[in-house]
């Protein structure tokens, strides 16, 4: 914990030397950290009408499905290669190289290539999100989907249910037998 004296900002041209020693990574000691929550900034906190500016709330990134993220990956490298192939040919056609056409060419061929990756993706978490269901849509077509399998399970099982109890009492009240 540090003492009241130390939090006191340096005055006049002291500033500039007490933020060149902590260095641009360390903490600014005026701010309290969850740990270093002090009697002061508690009873601040509990005050009527505090309204701090902002909350944290920690959000956790979903991951990419697999194979949109197989898809991200193949995209990135076609594109960067097709960067790079685009900077060769560049750089060959302004030192007038024999190899300028053949570069050119094979970076409007990578070029439609890339731009094929890039579209590979959109459309792999297109089809994801349709199969297996998005959680914000409310008009998902896989939700609908898994309800109606649900419903056929269900009277599936109901189906089940009714034949073995008519198998348990020996075929009674059976109009006809087969």
Do not use: K
């Amino acid at each position: 914990m540090d003492t009241a004296e130390r939090r006191v900002a340096p005055v006049g041209g002291d500033a500039a030397r007490e933020a060149a020693r902590r260095g641009p990574g360390a903490p600014d000691r005026d701010i309290p950290t969850h740990e270093e929550r002090t009697e002061e900034t508690v009873a601040a906190q509990e005050a009527p009408g505090y309204r701090p500016l902002w909350i944290e709330e920690p959000t956790p990134r979903r991951r990419l499905p697999d194979p949109v993220r197989t898809a991200a990956v193949r995209a990135v490298l076609i594109v960067s290669v097709t960067l790079i192939q685009a900077m060769v040919a560049f750089l060959c056609t302004m030192a007038e190289s024999w190899l300028a056409f053949p570069m050119v060419i094979s970076s409007i061929v990578s070029t439609v290539v890339a731009t094929w990756a890039a579209l590979d993706v959109w459309v792999t978490r297109q089809v994801w999100n349709q199969r297996n269901g998005v959680v914000s849509a409310p008009s998902s077509t896989a939700r609908s989907l898994r309800r109606e399998r649900r419903r056929i399970r269900r009277q599936a099982r109901a189906a089940e249910r009714t034949q073995e109890r008519i198998r348990r009492r020996g075929g009674a009240g059976q109009l006809s037998h087969s």
